[in-house]
């Protein structure tokens, strides 16, 4: 494999960018367990929200909520193979073609393991 064709600044800029998702995500998943522990209160209680026209239920708010527990899991484990990327210096080379991936792509998709014509085949699959 290519080693990244990207300047140290360039790796540091996409290093940072990545951590502050991460650490937004991590914020995010502590807010999630927040509202999580409400609603455990709430089903443990004797409340009858299954009639209340004025909300969710609780079980579908706990739906909900795992949900965005389980999104967020899965982007943290992309988001830290980014950074693993960052680390052993193929951050910025597509993992089928070898070939750079362009800033742009990088620029919207800062954990894109593929270059967009790679993507987009994965896609058509």
């Not at 494999?1 to 650490?23: D, G, I, K, W, Y």
């Not at 079980?59 to 982007?75: D, F, I, K, V, Y």
Request: glycine content about 6%; overall charge negative.
């Amino acid at each position: 494999m290519e080693n990244s064709r990207l300047s140290t600044a360039t790796l540091e800029h996409f290093r940072a960018v990545l951590e502050e998702q991460r650490a937004e995500l991590l914020q995010q998943r502590a807010n999630h367990e927040v509202s999580l522990a409400e609603v455990r209160v709430a089903r443990d209680g004797e409340s009858d929200d299954e009639h209340d026209p004025e909300g969710p239920t609780i079980a579908s708010e706990w739906s909900r909520l795992t949900g965005l527990q389980e999104e967020a899991a899965r982007q943290l484990t992309v988001l830290d193979k980014a950074l693993a990327r960052v680390d052993d210096g193929s951050f910025g080379i597509c993992a089928r073609c070898g070939k750079p991936i362009g800033r742009a792509r990088l620029d919207a998709r800062p954990a894109a393991e593929l270059c967009i014509d790679c993507a987009r085949l994965a896609e058509k699959r």
